[in-house]
């Protein structure tokens, strides 16, 4: 796996992770 497509992985793992938080606690709320 090249360094950039593990840097992408992780961004969007991150993105993924982090709007999911966020709709969570939105419903939460």
């Keep these: 796996m ?3 497509a593990e840097i992408l992985m ?3 793992m ?3 992770a982090a709007s ?3 709709t ?3 419903y939460a709320k």
């Design 24 to 26: 969570a606690y939105w």
């Design 20 to 22: 999911g938080v966020l």
């Design 10 to 12: 992780a961004t969007f």
């Design 14 to 16: 991150a993105v993924f």
């Design 2 to 4: 090249t360094m950039d």
